[in-house]
């Protein structure tokens, strides 16, 4: 029997699974929010830093290194993060972790030297990495229980989030100082926090059939346990490969375009802002291509368009070509790390997505000094054609892995193997 049958224990239009629905919904919109929150915050912070450096009175290498710390605490933060999910659940520790980001982001602003920015940062970075890892694990839990692929839904609603942030941050820079605009952010966050927190801990994930049974809940069996290691590693390393494209693309994108193409400035500043843009709407519609196609399907697909969309955008003649690419690259990129940060938290709950996470954090602190120096030794155009050859380098093993294990997400059709 499918399992989408076997998922349905109460009969059609009963109160019992009209109260299973109610609650998977709530928590479906609380979760929502903590995402976009998340990337709401982050951007608004980001926005910000110019008038930090300035405040502090930072050099720029000062700067890069107090920058650092935002790293350091998230990737210290992800792993310990893994395991408090799995003693005190996923759900409290999103909403602990969603406050605590919301009381750190105002920290920055009441610093002034690069030692102190570097130290609050630390704490920054370690409330954001904890929200990351926690409501991406509740997110897979989540997955498990509607028995349908809404990872790339969360994820769009971050990137929807970190747009909302950067343009409102934009707006207000002239405005507002650090310092109100980043206890706006903390005030803004501590509501939807208010809002969202106890949605997220009063409804409860009803109970799944044996055969789909929650990987938090349920451990692999022993002499399954380093296949599985192996496999989530794989699936960190698809991560990596995605994030590498994104944190290279942020950094490097707009210097490419004007610098080796000549572009306007504003056109320049823009092409970051189409990639991210496609990157959503490729999110939007990640859902509907999961059900269609199937996971393994969508990062094959993802990796080979990403990367054809990366070689027009590096290697491409003109500017308008150029962006044509960085939007082809954001369509293709969108559902990869969604759906291998997914597939790492099915195989091993709060600690699979842990680790699937710092790997792909791990990418995207790599990509823009990888770039750099690759510009320095050939030139921008080819060390850019690098995130092509991960992308493909990430669908090539999102295919293999199907080969690897017989696991099968509740929410992948059949098809997909």
Not at 65 to 74: D, E, H, N, R, T
Request: proline share 6%; charged share 10%.
């Amino acid at each position: 029997m499918p399992l989408l049958n076997k998922s349905r224990t109460a009969a059609p239009g009963s109160h019992g699974e009209d109260l299973a629905r109610h609650s998977l919904n709530r928590l479906r919109t609380a979760l929502t929010l903590f995402f976009a929150l998340d990337g709401f915050l982050f951007a608004g912070w980001v926005v910000r830093i110019p008038a930090i450096k300035d405040q502090t009175g930072a050099s720029a290498s000062a700067l890069g290194m107090a920058l650092l710390g935002v790293s350091a605490g998230a990737v210290v933060t992800m792993t310990l993060t893994g395991r408090l999910c799995g003693r005190f659940g996923t759900r409290p520790v999103t909403v602990l972790a969603g406050a605590l980001m919301s009381l750190s982001i105002a920290l920055p602003a009441q610093t002034h030297s690069a030692l102190a920015l570097g130290l609050v940062l630390l704490a920054f970075g370690a409330a954001y990495g904890g929200v990351n890892v926690a409501m991406n694990s509740a997110a897979v839990e989540l997955v498990a229980a509607l028995r349908r692929p809404v990872m790339p839904g969360f994820h769009a609603a971050f990137s929807l989030g970190g747009m909302i942030g950067a343009g409102i941050g934009g707006l207000v820079a002239a405005g507002l100082s650090p310092e109100t605009h980043l206890l706006s952010l903390t005030v803004i966050g501590l509501l939807t926090t208010a809002v969202a927190g106890p949605m997220l801990l009063r409804h409860r994930l009803p109970a799944l059939p044996d055969d789909a049974a929650s990987p938090t809940a349920t451990p692999a069996p022993a002499g399954r346990s380093s296949r599985t290691r192996r496999l989530v590693v794989l699936f960190g390393v698809i991560a990596l490969c995605t994030a590498y494209g994104e944190g290279a693309l942020a950094d490097w994108g707009a210097l490419h375009l004007e610098q080796d193409l000549h572009a306007h400035p504003g056109i320049a500043a823009a092409g970051y802002a189409l990639f991210a843009l496609a990157m959503t709407v490729g999110r939007l519609t990640g859902t509907t291509l999961l059900e269609r196609l199937g996971q393994t399907r969508v990062l094959a697909a993802g990796g080979a368009t990403a990367a054809a969309g990366m070689l027009i955008g590096a290697l491409a003649p003109t500017t308008w070509l150029a962006l044509a690419g960085f939007a082809v690259t954001g369509l293709g990129l969108a559902n990869i790390f969604p759906v291998a940060v997914g597939r790492a938290g099915a195989l091993a709950g709060p600690s699979g997505v842990a680790t699937a996470s710092t790997l792909g954090y791990g990418g995207m602190l790599l990509g823009p000094p990888a770039i750099g120096f690759l510009a320095d030794w050939f030139s921008l155009p080819v060390a850019l054609t690098t995130v092509a050859g991960l992308a493909a380098t990430a669908g090539v093993i999102g295919f293999a892995a199907r080969t690897s294990t017989r696991y099968r997400h509740p929410s992948e059709p059949s098809r997909a193997h």
